[in-house]
């Protein structure tokens, strides 16, 4: 009855013990989930649903973009490496699992003896051996927790790298399309300037205007032709970088336009603590934190006793004269208990080192909050600003539209125009008109950052 109370008292104190403990999300971050969005988006807050949960076919409804983004999960190497990284740390934990099991070696032997050229002896030992190490202090309970842990992280950071390539493959896609009419609007600039051109020079040989302005006109076509062409090593090199992403080689990529592409009407962000569980990163450097955690434990464990099982057995023929029959069956069994003594600095050291890279795999976790909460902010941000800068430009093309056709009607039909008004007109025309579509991309390119803010992407 003694030893009962005595083993029992002794597994309630190794039960209460931290080496036992699964790991638990901290509470001493310092952060608090539920500020992440600032005040002005606190209206947000109120849904749980959150824009980073729609299945990324759900936003991205172009064709051509579809096919891009398929293709680039496919064959894109970065996502192939992080599949592969997923596969080691489940052969780690497939590892770490079998090590509760005995290890069983097999080890036949023979030998044959003559001495001076005599008849020789043979003798045979068909045998194995058994060993067992019996985890009393949680050593490989923490081993395994540890490979579960990192199996779990290699999975969020696939499901990063495959958020990332989504969102990188849209953004480059919508990047292409406004760079298309970019190079549209300098076209047809061009082709106006060379007709102006023509003009002013026709106008110069009757004598209507001067040199300048026919000088001043070229210079701006020459200038408006050398953009052009530099747009157009944009779009190609564009072109090329999302054909890299996908994982095939330089070529043309198949395209809609920039009207064509459309919005989600509404967006909501969901709640912080959502956002926290939504995000592959954030749920990444948890996991790192977790199997620091376990990598603690083990260095704590390391200072208790390591008791180890062992056996053999086999079947030998040379069991000795004494014998009558020599052939028969040898058993041995053997339990030892390690409990170091000398190695006690080295063992604190260990600990020391593991419980620093602990509390670092804390600071990056925190971090990793901190970070999710600021690119949110930003986009959502980032969003309002570009449909605010949208409506403005449009309604400036509007009435500089209108100001180009008074100042060319002055200009050919009266002298109150000037050929300086109406270069300005146009000149101030085409900016709007390249911020329009600027502003467009802004707007699709910040819904991509806000959609992969939010975990959006993942599969």
């Known amino acids: 009855m003694r030893k009962i109370t005595i083993f029992l008292t002794l597994a309630v104190i190794l039960s209460s013990c931290s080496i036992y403990r699964k790991y638990q999300r901290p509470e001493d971050l310092q952060v608090n989930v539920d500020s992440l969005y600032r005040a002005e988006l606190a209206t947000a807050q109120e849904d749980t649903s959150s824009f980073g949960s729609l299945p990324w076919e759900e936003l991205f409804t172009d064709p051509y973009l579809k096919d891009l983004i398929d293709t680039g999960l496919v064959y894109n190497t970065n996502l192939q490496s992080a599949i592969l990284r997923v596969e080691q740390a489940q052969a780690g934990l497939y590892a770490a699992r079998w090590a509760y099991s005995p290890s069983l070696n097999l080890s036949p032997q023979g030998t044959v003896t003559s001495i001076d050229g005599n008849k020789a002896s043979y003798t045979y030992n068909l045998g194995g051996n ?193 014998v009558s029959n020599p052939a028969g069956v040898l058993l041995n069994a053997i339990g030892s208990l390690a409990v170091p003594v000398f190695n006690q600095g080295q063992l604190r050291a260990n600990l020391k080192v593991s419980k620093a890279e602990e509390e670092i795999a804390k600071l990056s976790y925190k971090q990793a909050i901190l970070d999710a909460g600021e690119e949110v902010n930003n986009a959502l941000f980032a969003i309002e600003t570009a449909g605010i800068m949208l409506e403005k430009h449009q309604a400036q093309c509007t009435d500089l539209e209108r100001t180009v056709k008074t100042a060319d009607m002055l200009y050919r039909k009266s002298a109150a125009g000037s050929y300086l008004e109406l270069l300005t007109a146009q000149q101030s025309l085409l900016n709007a008109q390249l911020s329009v579509i600027s502003d467009k991309y802004n707007q699709l390119a910040n819904t991509v950052t806000l959609y992969k803010a939010l975990g959006g992407g993942k599969d």
């Open 130 to 322: 058994v060993s067992w190490d019996i985890d009393l202090f949680g050593s490989l309970l923490n081993a395994k927790r540890e490979a579960q842990a990192t199996l779990l992280q290699q999975e969020a950071y696939r499901q990063a790298v495959h958020s990332q390539i989504v969102s990188t493959i849209a953004t480059s896609y919508y990047a292409l399309l406004m760079m298309d009419e970019q190079v549209r609007i300098s076209d047809e600039s061009v082709v106006i300037w060379k007709e102006q051109v023509r003009t002013l020079e026709a106008q110069l040989k009757v004598g209507t205007i001067n040199e300048n302005a026919v000088t001043q006109a070229r210079a701006n076509l020459y200038g408006l032709e050398a953009s052009n062409a530099q747009l157009k090593q944009q779009q190609k090199e564009t072109e090329n970088a999302l054909c890299n992403l996908v994982g095939r080689v330089s070529g043309t990529i198949e395209r809609s336009t920039l009207a064509e592409q459309t919005l989600p009407e509404t967006v909501s962000t969901g709640v912080p603590l959502y956002l926290l569980s939504n995000r592959p990163d954030v749920y990444q450097a948890e996991m790192a934190l977790a199997a620091a955690y376990y990598t603690t434990n083990q260095a704590r464990s390391a200072f208790y006793p390591k008791l180890n099982l062992s056996g053999s057995a086999g079947w030998t023929n040379s069991l000795g004269q004494a």
